[in-house]
């Protein structure tokens, strides 16, 4: 726990102005992104602080893929169903504005704008999917 990152903080329910989501895993956390790119674009966060996507391991494999589990459900519980028009992904370092691992999950991807488009931009040097 890191008390200075906000992603920790509301993980731990400190942040009083952040809805979670209902989410299946006790470990991981779900909330909307205070500057949405796509009419649903969901975080999910672990709840232990865990840095970005450069610091992962093989052993991470199963949190990661229990959160694109996680991401998949929450759209599906929001009535999105077409999974084949979404993006998910890590935005690379140095293009993390908070140092604690969280996938982004946008849908439609179809829908995202021009500047999403470049922001969340497929396997590019600031994003990976």
């Known amino acids: 726990y890191d008390s200075k990152c906000v992603f920790c903080r509301i993980a731990r329910r400190e942040e009083t102005g952040t809805a979670l989501l209902p989410c299946q895993y006790d470990d991981l956390v779900c909330f909307r992104d205070i500057r949405p790119g796509a009419p649903h674009h969901y975080l999910v966060v672990p709840v232990e602080h865990m840095g970005n996507c450069k610091t992962l391991k093989t052993e991470h494999v199963p ?31 140095p293009f993390c504005s908070i140092s604690h691992l969280h996938l982004h999950v946008l849908a439609p991807a179809s829908q995202l704008g021009f500047l999403s488009r470049l922001i969340y931009r497929i396997n590019s040097y600031w994003f990976i999917t």
Do not use: S, Y
């Open 63 to 93: 949190v990661v893929q229990r959160m694109v589990e996680v991401g998949k459900a929450i759209l599906q519980r929001n009535n999105f169903n077409d999974l084949n028009d979404v993006r998910m992904g890590f935005h690379w370092p």
